[in-house]
């Protein structure tokens, strides 16, 4: 499968990229970056980082637009460390970033030459999406499949009161997508994975002790007793190192701001739907639209579950899926990878 990964990466983009890096039959053919957890610049080098420790490291890196379209940038420290990755070290990635702009030197490419073929997995702000949508409109229909990770539906934001993080950040963006969509057939509407849905699903420390064991190496001390920052993780295995420390901020994060010790994986989730696995995953179509203006609303999304508005679908709206096969699918990745 052929798949062209946009992110902000970002701790739960960084696991979104080792789930793809894993999969032997995902033909991960760039990845493009865009403003959002931290710059379009740090997120291009995380990626080429978590990458070349994922087994890929000649997977280009296209360095994306580094503002929204309309609103100033923002980045989240806060959320995914001062560099986006918590506390891990990074190698030196940097023979993998690749110049120039990623709409007209990456996707428009990949997506004329393999009509239909090409998944577009967006798990940051729609900056990236929308200029491609400018500058090829026929990109519904030359995807093979486009999912996004954003959004919050009849659900709390995590930014705002109603406002998901990747919506808020670029609007404006995000509601050109929606418009561009809307009418066409349900096969060719993105697939949006909001975060009443990723929110369902909890990553635990536990499930970090459980790698440990199947990959044969000491199990991290982690856990809301344990010092902070902490000593860096040294495993043996520098991706396992790498997601240890990144994942020690991001639990503490979630503890931080009362959601338990424990991490959301949004990005994780979106990938895996992406890439076909057995979620048990069900989706709705329908018409969505984005607030646009600033003030408390910015970036809320809204669907339209009673059709009031009568207006067609926008976009396949994820409803359900499994928790526990979403956490057991990384597993699996991150087993995969440490022991090749
Ligand atoms: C989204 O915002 C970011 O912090 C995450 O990487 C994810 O893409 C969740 O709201
Ligand atoms: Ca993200």
Redesign the pocket.
């Known amino acids: 499968m052929r798949l062209i990964a946009d992110v902000?990466t970002?701790i739960?983009?960084a696991l979104a990229l080792v789930l793809l890096a894993a999969r032997p039959d995902v033909d991960l053919v760039g990845v493009s970056t865009t403003t959002?957890?931290t710059t379009a610049a740090r997120a291009a080098r995380n990626s080429a980082a978590v990458l070349a420790l994922a087994g890929r490291p000649g997977v280009p890196v296209w360095t994306g637009s580094g503002r929204p379209l309309v609103v100033e940038p923002e980045t989240?420290p806060q959320?995914?460390g001062d560099e986006g990755l918590g506390r891990a070290a990074l190698p030196d990635a940097s023979g993998a970033l690749h110049p120039g702009d990623p709409i007209t030197g990456l996707w428009l490419p990949q997506l004329r030459a393999h009509p239909g073929e090409t998944t577009l997995l967006v798990?940051?702000p729609l900056t990236n999406l929308a200029l491609a949508l400018r500058a090829e409109p026929r990109l519904p229909r030359l995807a093979r499949r486009v999912v996004i990770?954003g959004g919050s539906f009849n659900h709390p934001g995590?930014t705002l009161p109603t406002s998901?993080?990747?919506a808020w950040c670029d609007p404006h963006a995000a509601a050109e997508v929606y418009a561009a969509f809307e009418g066409l057939p349900a096969e060719r509407l993105p697939l949006v994975c909001p975060?009443n849905v990723t929110e369902t699903v909890e990553l635990r420390p536990g499930v970090l002790d459980g790698i440990a064991g199947r990959i044969g190496v000491d199990a991290p001390h982690l856990g809301p007793d344990a010092p902070r920052p902490g000593a860096p993780s040294r495993t043996g295995s520098a991706l396992f190192d790498l997601l240890i420390d990144a994942l020690r901020f991001y639990f503490e994060f979630h503890a931080d701001h009362g959601c338990g010790y424990l991490a959301q994986v949004?990005?994780l989730l979106a990938a895996e739907v992406a890439v076909g696995e057995p979620l048990g995953a069900r989706a709705e179509a329908l018409w969505v639209g984005v607030e646009t203006g600033a003030g408390i609303t910015r970036g809320t999304t809204v669907a339209d579950v009673r059709r009031l508005l009568g207006r067609a679908p926008s976009a396949r709206v994820l409803t359900d899926v499994d928790p526990a096969a979403a956490i057991d699918a990384l597993v699996r990745a991150v087993v995969s990878l440490s022991t090749r």
């Open positions: 902000d970002g739960d983009d959002g957890n989240t959320t995914h798990t940051g990770m995590n998901e993080w990747n975060l949004h990005d």
